[in-house]
């Protein structure tokens, strides 16, 4: 091994990649948005970041990285307010992986440690596939840590960081887009107008939707959006029943 980076100065390329995520993540994380990562996306179990006795867990005993990461997240903890998380998920991410030689498997917990930083964060960045889009870019990942190293600084590998975090971005948009765009016209205009965590009578969607007839409203949007899954019934055995509801499904439970 060579000597790792231990700089990790911020330069404007950093701040415009910051920059751009921080704006992309603003967009989707609206809850009642159809394009939301909170309702539109597929939670990932991430560990506690600064939780010591868990983090040894993830890594085996003969790796003796035990006290040094517990140093390195003491340090992390104390950066909260100073650094930018998405800087800080990048640099913990370097130094987990610099302390010694990390096997694939083990690479990917602490690409998921730094994403728990992110999404103490921002809770959108929880939905995001950050350690699918690292496993798909490996020489990416090589040519950062080569760089960082020869050039004694962790610039190269923040960027690399960056860019993965954005390129995430994108690609859990697009995983939501795509499914929006199996629904017809008429069950993307019923799901726009209804908000998660309320129930609507058919009457009521009906006035927000401008309609008159309650058969066209039975026909062309509850009946396709209910046997395509997005919505769900308050008393689903009794179909005709005059006090019947609908409510929005999140997409965990489409």
């Known amino acids: 091994m060579g000597k790792y980076a231990t700089s990790y100065n911020i330069n404007n390329k950093m701040l415009t990649l910051v920059a751009d995520i921080m704006e992309e993540v603003g967009k989707l994380s609206d809850p009642h948005s159809n394009h939301s990562l909170i309702t539109g996306g597929v939670k990932i179990d991430l560990p506690n970041p600064y939780n010591e006795e868990g983090y040894a867990s993830y890594f085996p005993k003969e790796k003796k990285i035990g006290d040094d990461a517990k140093r390195l997240l003491s340090w992390s903890k104390k950066q909260e307010k100073k650094v930018h998380p998405l800087i800080l998920a990048a640099v913990l991410s370097y130094s987990l992986n610099v302390m010694t030689p990390l096997s694939e498997e083990e690479f990917g917990v602490s690409i998921l440690y ?52 954005k390129k995430a971005l994108e690609e859990a948009e697009k995983a939501i887009t795509g499914f929006e765009g199996r629904k017809s016209p008429c069950v993307k205009k019923l799901l726009d107008v209804m908000r998660l965590g309320q129930e609507y009578s058919s009457y009521d969607l009906m006035i927000k939707l401008g309609l008159k007839s309650r058969v066209a409203i039975k026909r062309n949007y509850l009946e396709p959006a209910l046997k395509g899954g997005y919505i769900k019934m308050s008393i689903p055995n009794k179909p005709h029943s005059p006090n019947q509801r609908y409510s929005k499904k999140r997409v965990d439970e489409q």
């Open 114 to 165: 730094s994403q728990a930083i992110l999404a103490a964060y921002r809770h959108a960045f929880a939905y995001i596939p950050l350690l699918a889009t690292f496993e798909n870019e490996n020489k990416k990942r090589a040519k950062a840590f080569a760089d960082s190293e020869a050039e004694n600084v962790m610039a190269p590998y923040i960027l690399y960081y960056l860019e993965m975090v």
